[in-house]
């Protein structure tokens, strides 16, 4: 799986999505939001997560507008 800074991922274990910051070999630096509104940086193992599928939202205004 090819990461780049800016894609959105999750542990495969569940979680919160992440933030992709940056990609060093199998390293992936990751930033999110905690609930009082800190940010939190972690590297991770690449094998450790999924890359969420972004969702258009264009492609969800277009479903609502034909019901």
């Known amino acids: 799986m090819e990461l780049k ?3 959105i991922v999750m542990l495969k274990s569940g ?6 910051a940056d990609v060093k070999g199998d ?3 990751c ?3 905690g ?6 940086r972690e590297t991770l193992p690449l094998a ?3 890359r969420l599928e972004e969702v258009d939202e264009d ?4 479903d609502d507008d034909e019901e």
């Open 5 to 7: 800074a800016g894609d």
């Open 15 to 20: 979680g919160q999505p992440l933030t992709v």
């Open 27 to 29: 390293d992936v630096s």
């Open 31 to 33: 930033l999110w939001m």
């Open 35 to 40: 609930a009082e509104g800190d940010l939190f």
């Open 48 to 50: 450790v997560l999924e």
């Open 59 to 62: 492609e969800d205004e277009d």
